[in-house]
């Protein structure tokens, strides 16, 4: 099956680049074709979390989206940043803070599907329970998309009745939005050093309070340190200072 674009991955990522693809082609009078292939059994059922939703992205993809019943239904009426202690808890001030925005919080998942549902009105197609298994390439090296994987195996390899060869599904161009560690992304990173000028987050964050000073009162010395290493690599600690008095603290 030949398409003009293939995405691989139904998240939000794809699903906004699947739209604003179909929106650009009708925007040039251009029929692309765009297909959209997911390893869940339905369009957002790997995503479980929820989350506080900025929507000024959403504002240029789709300005209507409310009234095309976007799943946004709760404002945040209120946004606190709280230093938190044994028995009570501080408010920072929010001169400390970056402005605040106007934001929603929503369970992800229902906003994929969603955004699977918008992307199928302007005629991408979308196949969930297909999960991409090899990258397919053409002669002169470039990605040429991919072949679904084999379904209806038994345990042992064998096949079952319900038994299905996996599909090769060939684009013009191909993204890839497998998500965190997808393998058919790690795949082609290494394969045209896509990382090899990446700027990773190199991350140094120090903290101070609780657990050490669990009251006004402890004058306990210390703090903690998170750093960001290499690729896959976090360093927490916890420094104490030796003149505590505290008799039960065990360093």
Not at 101 to 126: C, D, F, M, P
Not at 225 to 237: E, K, P, R, T
Request: with cysteine; glycine share 12%.
């Amino acid at each position: 099956m030949d398409y003009d674009v293939l995405l691989v991955g139904a998240g939000p990522a794809s699903l906004s680049a699947a739209i604003r693809i179909k929106q650009l082609g009708l925007e040039k009078g251009t029929d692309l074709s765009v297909c959209v292939v997911e390893k869940g059994a339905e369009v957002g059922s790997h995503i479980v979390s929820g989350n506080v939703f900025e929507p000024r992205a959403l504002n240029e993809l789709i300005p209507d989206w409310k009234e095309k019943g976007a799943p946004l239904d709760t404002p945040v009426s209120d946004d606190r940043f709280l230093i938190i202690s044994k028995d009570g808890s501080w408010k920072l001030p929010n001169f400390l803070l970056p402005p605040q925005q106007v934001q929603y919080i929503r369970v992800l998942g229902k906003l994929t599907r969603w955004l699977g549902a918008q992307a199928e009105e302007l005629g991408v197609e979308i196949y969930p329970g297909f999960s991409a298994s090899e990258v397919l390439y053409r002669e002169d090296g470039g990605v040429r998309g991919i072949a679904t994987r084999d379904v209806g195996i038994n345990k042992d390899g064998t096949p079952k009745e319900t038994f299905a060869r996996g599909m090769e599904l060939r684009a013009r161009v191909t993204l890839f939005g497998e998500g965190c560690r997808g393998s058919c992304s790690e795949e082609v990173m290494g394969k045209f050093n896509l990382r090899q000028h990446v700027q990773p987050q190199t991350l140094v964050q120090h903290t101070l309070g609780w657990p050490l000073q669990s009251s006004l009162l402890d004058k306990t010395f210390g703090g903690s340190f998170l750093y960001h290493m290499d690729d896959d690599l976090v360093q927490i600690g916890l420094v104490v200072g030796l003149d505590y008095e505290n008799p039960y603290l065990n360093p």
